[in-house]
């Protein structure tokens, strides 16, 4: 699919056909989001693989019990190794760099998504301990992202934006750009 | 130019053609940035588009030096207003939505440079205060990314991944996956 097409088109899918997702889809999507770039090429994204019923299960509960979760067939928990960020960069790299680079191979694994014709939605709103605690993470191992996966049910909601022109200056903060 | 294309053509460009890039372009790579996912669609990007020489220079002063923000033709600073996020979503909102939604932009950003044939890079690396001071932000407009972009010079040097084994368990952590 056309890179724009694929921008354009991204939404958040909450609802999912019954139906599985090939594991070789897993890995293209996959291998889209460690393309992405991050600081000094660390690579510090983790991802957790979940089909297991039970444990979709417990990180719904653990997701305030957002039920899209526990019924798409696979969620990709993504998580941020803190320590490989701070080792090299400090505070800046665990509390920004490890949570930047994660988030742009999580953009980059949503507009996959799309470009394959499958759905997804990027939870936030979770439990971070009960989450860890759900997954045996190390104490390094920080979740910050939960995406369900899986057949689009039917056309999603497209969220609104604001124009351009009200996010954006020339130059100085509060100079308006004339487009 | 074709999603997956894009994803694996993308790498940081720091050598720039002495050609400016059309405000058109500019808008396209922007309007790709507000498409990017937001907690509760509050979108907290903000960006400075930065063309003036003198403030390229005091970027790149404040960026330790790195010498490609003065002399891209422009440069993408984007911004994440706190302040928006957290009068939603409190301490997480501040801490890690807005810079997740701001990293989403900036990777739909690099993303659209790519597709049209421009070059960017991510810095991550310079002093908040001096670019705060430098752009005029307010208290709540934290400075997160300048992204120069410009015409690429030479082909870039694209930086190696782990393979997918290393950074992917199933269900739970340390639990290894067959591909």
């Given at each position: 699919?056309?890179?724009?097409?694929?921008?354009?088109?991204?939404?958040?899918?909450?609802?999912?056909?019954?139906?599985?997702?090939?594991?070789?889809?897993?890995?293209?999507?996959?291998?889209?989001?460690?393309?992405?770039?991050?600081?000094?090429?660390?690579?510090?994204?983790r991802f957790i693989i979940v089909k297991n019923?039970?444990?979709?299960?417990?990180?719904?509960?653990?997701?305030?019990?957002?039920?899209?979760?526990?019924?798409?067939?696979?969620?990709?928990?993504?998580?941020?190794?803190?320590?490989?960020?701070?080792?090299?960069?400090?505070?800046?790299?665990?509390?920004?760099?490890?949570?930047?680079?994660?988030?742009?191979?999580?953009?980059?694994?949503?507009?996959?998504?799309?470009?394959?014709?499958?759905?997804?939605?990027?939870?936030?709103?979770?439990?971070?301990?009960?989450?860890?605690?759900?997954?045996?993470?190390?104490?390094?191992?920080?979740?910050?992202?939960?995406?369900?996966?899986?057949?689009?049910?039917?056309?999603?909601?497209?969220?609104?934006?604001?124009?351009?022109?009200?996010?954006?200056?020339?130059?100085?903060?509060?100079?308006?750009?004339?487009?």
């Amino acid at each position: 699919m056309e890179f724009f097409e694929v921008v354009e088109r991204r939404c958040s899918v909450r609802d999912y056909e019954d139906k599985g997702v090939n594991d070789e889809l897993i890995k293209i999507i996959l291998n889209a989001g460690i393309k992405a770039p991050s600081a000094g090429n660390i690579q510090p994204w983790r991802f957790i693989i979940v089909k297991n019923q039970e444990i979709k299960n417990k990180l719904a509960k653990a997701a305030y019990g957002q039920s899209f979760i526990r019924e798409a067939p696979v969620n990709i928990v993504v998580c941020a190794d803190e320590f490989a960020s701070s080792s090299r960069y400090g505070e800046r790299g665990r509390t920004l760099y490890c949570i930047q680079d994660t988030a742009a191979a999580i953009e980059n694994i949503l507009l996959a998504v799309t470009a394959l014709n499958l759905g997804a939605c990027w939870v936030g709103a979770f439990k971070e301990n009960e989450v860890r605690y759900i997954l045996d993470l190390p104490s390094n191992i920080r979740p910050v992202a939960i995406i369900p996966i899986g057949y689009p049910k039917k056309t999603a909601y497209r969220t609104s934006r604001y124009p351009l022109q009200k996010v954006t200056y020339l130059d100085i903060y509060g100079n308006p750009l004339s487009w």
